[in-house]
């Protein structure tokens, strides 16, 4: 039971360039979360899917699509990185997102430099 | 717009002490709150949830406590290690979507 895993770990990308961070999730979960980690900022949320084929903008989507390709992955995407999209970017899942029993569990991180 | 509060942004204390860690929020209508660790370069891993109806949480060494009406919980630890030494996050759950609003976390170093 792996959790939830993200690829790559670390990135450096040119402003302009795009990519695609993954993760997926082997716990059955129903929602998935994308967020950014700043220093002095703390943790904001980007996107989200509360199911499998539904998605919707977090607190700071600007710059962002996603993806949910199933239930196990949701796909981050950068169509044209700039260097305020240097950050720390953390997937995480939970088993339902209307409960307030369920909590929220991390990947380990992909650390993203634009330059 | 719900807004987290952790206090103090750092501590340091000698091994064995006991200590608590704060965490305040605006909005008291909310559905959980959890207690995160975060080792440097790595995830978040989660300690305690505590439901908007319980009071508090108990694991091991760790005592979360939540008073919704006044928009506070704590995180108690007793007898702390140099392994406790990390950055301990705050978060509530609430809003129609139930997501998680984060505070900005403490850093706690534990000296041996």
């Known amino acids: 039971n792996a959790g939830v895993t993200q690829t790559p770990k670390f990135q450096v990308l040119k402003t302009g360039q795009s990519m695609t961070l993954q993760c997926a999730q082997d716990?059955?979960?129903?929602?998935m979360y994308w967020y950014r980690q700043d220093p002095g900022m703390g943790l904001r949320l980007i996107y989200y899917?509360?199911?499998?084929?539904?998605?919707d903008k977090g607190e700071v989507p600007n710059g962002y699509n996603v993806s949910r390709l199933n239930k196990r992955e949701f796909s981050l995407r950068l169509e044209s990185a700039a260097p305020s999209q240097t950050s720390v970017y953390f997937c995480?899942?939970?088993?339902?997102?209307?409960?307030?029993?369920?909590?929220?569990?991390f990947g380990p991180g992909t650390r993203l430099t634009v330059t | 717009k719900q807004e987290v509060t952790q206090i103090p942004a750092a501590l340091s204390v000698p091994e064995g002490e006991n200590l608590v860690l704060n965490c305040s929020f605006t909005d008291s209508a909310i559905y959980n709150l959890q207690w995160f660790r975060q080792d440097p370069g790595k995830g978040l891993t989660s300690l305690l949830l505590i439901q908007s109806s319980q009071r508090e949480q108990t694991s091991g060494r760790l005592n979360a406590s939540l008073d919704k009406s006044s928009g506070r919980s704590t995180l108690y630890i007793a007898a702390s290690q140099p392994g406790d030494s990390a950055t301990y996050l705050c978060?509530?759950?609430?809003?129609?979507?139930?997501?998680?609003?984060f505070g900005k976390g403490t850093l706690l170093t534990v000296n041996p």
């Open positions: 978060a509530v759950c609430g809003g129609s979507n139930y997501k998680l609003t």
């Open positions: 899917s509360a199911s499998e084929g539904t998605t």
């Open positions: 716990m059955n979960h129903n929602s």
């Open positions: 995480a899942s939970r088993r339902g997102w209307d409960s307030q029993t369920y909590e929220q569990y």
